[in-house]
Nanobody, 117 residues
Framework: QVQLAESGGGLVSAGGSLRLSCTAS????????MGWYRQAPGKERELVAV???????NYADSVKGRFTIFREKGWNTVYLTMNRLQPEDTAVYSC???????????WGLGTQVTVSS
């Protein structure tokens, strides 16, 4: 099993910044990706950003240029730096680790990000 521990959510004014972190522990698959998803009230969960074991990254169009995902090579912690936050970024942000072989997903409990206008 894999456990994901998230931190860094909170309340911020529009235009502000937050940094989320997620640390994986347990029986971590050798090949994996780590990323962040978010779900706003009444909406489906969507991918925010992901970093692959190759260090490649992928971002949602809505956050490109504002959010940066980083994972130090060899470490099982991923960071999401969120700049120029907008009210539409308000959501529960959940950390994800995907097994690159089996495609099994592991999820954190989620952390609330609220951006006030």
């Amino acid at each position: 099993q894999v456990q994901l521990a998230e931190s860094g959510g909170g309340l911020v004014s529009a235009g502000g910044s937050l940094r989320l972190s997620c640390t994986a522990s347990g029986n971590i698959p050798e090949f994996n990706s780590m990323g962040w998803y978010r779900q706003a009230p009444g909406k489906e969960r969507e991918l925010v950003a992901v970093v692959f074991s190759s260090s490649g990254t992928n971002y949602a169009d809505s956050v490109k240029g504002r959010f940066t995902i980083f994972r130090e090579k060899g470490w099982n912690t991923v960071y999401l730096t969120m700049n120029r936050l907008q009210p539409e970024d308000t959501a529960v942000y959940s950390c994800n680790l995907r097994d690159g072989v089996t495609k099994h997903d592991y999820w954190g409990l989620g952390t609330q990000v609220t951006v006030s206008s």
